[in-house]
């Protein structure tokens, strides 16, 4: 399985964005699939995460915010990000795993190229 995420880009405080990470190969359906996202100088960070049985989890800085979902037919994972905040800005990548479904990102054996957000004041 292979990971590809887009959407990123430049916005505004208060506006929404919506990542895709759409994945080749087969069984995605039983991938716990999760969001991190990296500012620079810092440590990759976790998003949010939704396992394969659909259950979500969310990094507390995003409560609220952000809404993880997949759509299995599709082999992809979305991201929506809602009034977004200057502090989200960062490259955002998304990671799978067949087994790990926490918030360490090095357990994950997936991943995709990151996409950049730019959230402007």
């Known amino acids: 399985v292979q990971l590809q995420a887009s959407g990123g880009g430049l916005v505004q405080a208060g506006d929404s964005l919506r990542l895709s990470c759409t994945a080749s190969g087969r069984d995605f359906g039983n991938y716990n699939m999760a969001w991190f996202r990296q500012a620079p100088g810092t440590e990759r960070q976790f998003v949010a995460g939704?396992?394969?049985?659909?259950?979500?989890n969310y990094a507390d800085s995003v409560k609220g915010r952000f809404t993880i979902s997949r759509d299995n037919a599709k082999n992809t994972v979305y991201l929506q990000m809602d009034s977004l905040k200057p502090e989200d800005t960062a490259i955002y990548s998304c990671?799978?795993?067949?087994?790990?479904?926490?918030?360490?990102?090095?357990?994950?054996?997936?991943w995709g190229h990151g996409t950049l957000v730019t959230v402007s004041s």
């Open positions: 939704i396992r394969w049985t659909g259950s979500t």
């Open positions: 990671a799978g795993d067949d087994d790990y479904s926490d918030t360490y990102f090095r357990k994950y054996n997936l």
